[in-house]
């Protein structure tokens, strides 16, 4: 009975959102407590100079690295997400049981090893999952609440391991992440449902009721004979295409009543559609600039075009999918600013503890936590899209930037620790009008593609954030080390600059070929994805 009940919890489309808001809280939490537990542990514990942790740093990004492209080509390969996500997951166990032992160095070398695996594939599959299930402006407002979880993590992440630590030392922290990691398996084993079968389910469910309305109305022996047996042997794949219509269904039970095998590789819009809980039934082109009267229509009663997988080495040649990624690579760059030089600059000019330093950088993660799930919803309006058009998420990215931009000119000029906090909730607030279009722009772009590799997208987005993390936090030290705060910050400043002009190139390319006019629609193909 108990498993019947967790069993129709998964059904849901709104599980997928629930467990990926707890999965991404906990993995993001585990990582911002080794902010503040691995310095001390290294020199408290070990007896040895914290300049390791540059270097255990450095591990934790090259795993999640590898983990994200391996991970994310297997699950797309594979088709089922959750298998590399549960195989992943025992990473945490792995990091809370040297994290107890810690006795020697390598020790924490394996845990931040495990913990990037882990950390790795829960960034790259996660979104996929999400990106699965709903499309569109839905699709975008899921995914912000999701990413709500890891903002709420930064705040705690800190502060939480830092008391932990210093009350109940290693011990301590290893039994939190022990408890953590049982709360992400039983979310990932429980609640999260595997994509195919929640595709598999609401097609049999909705598709079969869309059959019989459109073909003869309830009760109509013909078309349920239609829905119940033709429907089923289809097997979704994601693609994204236009709810079931009356020339679809037509087209459908002509090949039955030929003979011919349904194709078994057409993907199904009204998946997502009906998984939106949403009760706009229209048609419309989700392209910005596409209404009902422009939009492409299906008159020749032909099936729709297969969905495509894209590798990660094509995924990476596709120039919009980078320029989401640079826009990733800008939040980098400006957390290793106000992560590694500010607290410096806080200790050295206005004589702060690290409990000091805490809380003010609590300025950092509220009003971000807060705004994401408004600002997914806001940007993914077909309205808002249409008026950006065709600038649409990059130009909310590139704006974004440059607004951050004159914040990090005013943070090197700041003169009390209030006008910092000011400062840090202006980048706050800034925070999710990057990243946030950035999670749903990927999604969106492989859905308007019709191509279903989501999780090797996901994983290029990591990689490029990982090796970022590598690099810029070097390079903030040493400009910090020969040059003034306000110096450094208008350094990092300028290079922001570069990365939105990198965003903006799409955009800018697309009005100088078509104007603020679509482009020609291209359906992909398996031949041209090669």
């Known amino acids: 009975m108990l498993f019947a009940f967790f069993k129709r919890i998964r059904m849901m489309p709104i599980s997928v959102v629930v467990a990926a808001t707890v999965c991404l809280f906990v993995e993001t939490v585990i990582y911002d407590m080794c902010i503040s537990v691995i310095p001390a542990l290294l020199e408290k514990v070990l007896h040895i100079s914290g300049d390791h942790n540059g270097q255990l740093s450095g591990l934790t990004a090259i795993s999640k690295t590898a983990s994200s492209l391996g991970m994310g080509y ?37 845990a931040r090893i495990a913990q990037g695996v882990t950390g790795g594939a829960t960034w790259t599959i996660i979104p996929g999952m999400v990106a699965d299930v709903y499309s569109g402006e839905t699709m975008g407002s899921r995914l912000a609440v999701a990413y709500t979880g890891s903002q709420m993590a930064h705040i705690l992440g800190p502060v939480v391991g830092g008391f932990v630590f210093d009350h109940y030392s290693n011990t301590g922290v290893a039994a939190l992440i022990m408890g953590l990691a049982l709360l992400d398996l039983f979310f990932k084993t429980l609640i999260l449902p595997e994509s195919l079968e929640l595709k598999r389910y609401l097609y049999n469910k909705v598709g079969s009721s869309e059959m019989t309305s459109v073909n003869g109305g309830p009760g109509s022996n013909t078309s349920n004979s239609a829905a119940t047996t033709v429907l089923p042997s289809i097997a979704p794949t994601g693609g994204d295409l236009p709810p079931i219509s009356t020339s679809l269904s037509n087209n459908l039970q002509d090949r039955r009543h030929s003979g011919a095998e349904p194709s078994n590789s057409i993907p199904l819009q009204v998946l997502r559609q009906y998984a939106d809980d949403s009760d706009n039934e229209d048609n419309d082109d989700d392209r910005p600039g596409m209404t009902a009267t422009n939009a492409p229509q299906n008159t020749n009663n032909s099936p729709p075009p297969p969905a495509i997988q894209m590798s990660a080495w094509q995924l990476f040649k596709v120039w919009p999918i980078q320029a989401y990624n640079i826009g990733s690579v800008s939040v980098v760059l400006i957390s290793s600013l106000l992560e590694t030089a500010l607290p410096l600059e806080l200790s050295q000019r206005y004589g702060l503890s690290a409990g000091g330093i805490g809380a003010i950088f609590i300025a950092l993660g509220v009003p971000s936590m807060l705004s994401a799930a408004p600002i997914g919803w806001f940007i993914s309006q077909p309205k808002v899209q249409a008026y950006l058009y065709p600038f649409n998420r990059w130009g909310i990215i590139s704006l974004s930037i440059l607004l951050n931009i004159i914040c990090l000119f005013f943070l090197g000029w700041t003169n009390s620790t209030f006008e910092v906090m000011i400062d840090l909730a202006l980048v706050s607030i800034l925070h999710p009008f990057i990243t946030v279009p950035v999670m749903t722009g990927l999604a969106q772009y492989l ?84």
């Open 74 to 110: 297997l699950s797309d390969k594979l088709g089922r997400r959750k298998l590399p996500l549960l195989a992943t997951g025992f990473g945490y166990f792995i990091m809370a049981f040297f994290f107890w032992r810690s006795g020697a160095y390598w020790q924490l070398v394996v």
């Open 447 to 530: 859905q308007d593609i019709n191509c279903t590799s989501f999780a090797q997208c996901y994983s290029l987005n990591q990689m490029a954030q990982s090796l970022a993390a590598i690099m810029f936090p070097m390079l903030v030290a040493w400009l910090y080390k020969t040059n003034t705060f306000a110096t450094t910050s208008a350094i990092i400043a300028s290079m922001c600059f570069g990365l939105a002009i990198l965003v903006s190139v799409t955009p800018i390319l697309h009005i100088i070929r078509f104007g603020r006019h679509p482009a020609p629609t291209k359906v992909a193909s398996r031949d041209n994805a090669a």
